[in-house]
């Protein structure tokens, strides 16, 4: 865990980043097995480029990757589900399993229920005991018919969480995508989502990112930030509004938090206002999780003194400031114009575009390429 900070140019106010990481996955071999059920949507949405055709592709590839001691099952669902492939071992089945893949094709409306049903059913059906077993939903998460009350299928998701130890990963294909649904669906089944937009995002997805980090490297893990009164007046947490953790259920392990695999990051990003020439403790980052095994609680911290901010953001990190840009771009998003932004000291997205290129440059990294490119698109849309 690491806490630091930077001072913005609005009087007072700073940014202060609290960042979460887990260790690499071990070798592949050393890993326990997996039970994985995917979860295809195959209605008429996905017919279009970039949707069931990337993850057949993917899951084509994801199949050569897995272990002969893995186990895979698929579900489909358009105005019905049906198990098309039930739990199969990889060892002498890939054939069978590629075929079934690949004999997917797109029809009808979007049953997400009766998929997400089916798909548990299916998982429990095939549940092993000593592996990983885990629920890959793969959709546009445009429910339209059957039961399309989002609450209903979170129950039913949540139910199987408690009673098996199934956790659901959400992946979101297509440039009409339920997002919301997906990440209420993910928070539920004690998962997360991601979304794949090409055949480069997917294959890194399902051919390194799954297969590497199936295992889970902390149960129900929490993290809590307090901010001194003495140093600080007020501050606000930018996102994760729906994921808010009351204070008092930190250390109630009873209480549902977010399930880690080994090599994840989060980042959590506070607007904070310092009262005028206090100096100190500013805030105390905590982290509690239970051993995926034993379920044994374990809990980290870490200290931020005001004497640690950065004096600007250009003297943070660039780790730091690609973190600040993604805020500023997201709430520009949000407000249609960065002049109006909640965030303090928010540049306009001009000013914001050419800070992403420079760091893209400075960092290398394909991800702040992409998000400098993303950046670039809205300032022109918008200008």
């Given amino acids: 865990m690491t806490v630091d900070g930077a001072r913005t140019e609005r009087e007072d106010w700073s940014l202060v980043r609290v960042g979460l990481a887990t260790r690499p996955a071990p070798d592949p ?7 994985l059920t ?3 949507d195959i209605s008429g949405s996905m017919a279009e480029p970039g949707r069931l055709d990337l993850a057949q592709d993917s899951l084509g ?13 698929l579900v489909t669902f358009s105005d019905e589900a049906e198990t098309v492939l039930p739990m199969t071992r990889l060892d002498g089945n890939r054939d069978e399993i590629h075929d079934a893949i690949d004999n997917l094709e797109p029809t009808d409306s979007t049953n997400l229920g009766a998929g997400m049903e089916t798909g548990y059913e299916t998982a429990v059906e095939g549940l092993r005991q000593g592996a990983t077993n885990r629920v890959v ?28 130890g199934i956790t659901l990963f959400g992946v979101g294909v297509g440039s009409d995508y339920g997002d919301a649904l997906m990440e209420r669906l993910a928070d539920k089944g004690d998962g997360h989502t991601t979304y794949v937009s090409n055949e480069r995002d997917a294959h890194r997805l399902f051919s390194r990112r799954l297969p590497q980090n199936i295992d889970l490297t902390a149960r129900d893990a929490k993290a809590q930030v307090a901010f001194d009164p003495q140093t600080v007046k007020e501050f606000r947490l930018l996102g994760y509004d729906n994921r808010q953790v009351a204070d008092d259920d930190f250390r109630d392990d009873s209480v549902d938090g977010g399930e880690i695999g080994p090599g ?16 100190g403790h500013l805030a105390t980052a905590s982290v509690r999780w239970l051993d995926p095994k034993t379920r044994a609680p374990h809990e980290k911290s ?9 004096d600007s953001l250009d003297d943070a990190s660039a780790r730091f400031q690609v973190t600040a840009t993604a805020a500023y771009f997201a709430d520009a998003l949000r407000d249609g114009d960065s002049r109006w932004s909640s965030l303090p000291a928010a540049p306009s997205l001009q ?7 420079d760091l893209a440059k400075e960092t290398e990294d394909e991800d702040v390429r992409q998000l400098a490119e993303a950046v670039g698109r809205a300032e022109r849309l918008m200008d």
């Fill in 38 to 40: 995917f979860v295809i």
């Fill in 264 to 279: 994840h990051t989060v980042t959590a990003l506070y607007a904070v206002r310092t009262r005028p020439g206090t100096e």
């Fill in 61 to 73: 590839h994801m199949t050569d990757q897995l272990r002969d001691d893995d186990s895979v099952a």
């Fill in 351 to 357: 000013g914001l575009a050419d800070h992403a290129e």
């Fill in 302 to 310: 870490g200290q931020l003194e005001t004497g640690s901010l950065h």
């Fill in 29 to 35: 071999d050393e890993r326990p097995p997996a039970a």
């Fill in 137 to 164: 939903l793969i959709s546009d998460a445009l429910a339209n018919t059957g039961d399309t009350d989002a609450d209903t299928i979170l129950e039913r998701i949540a139910s199987e969480r408690r009673e098996h």
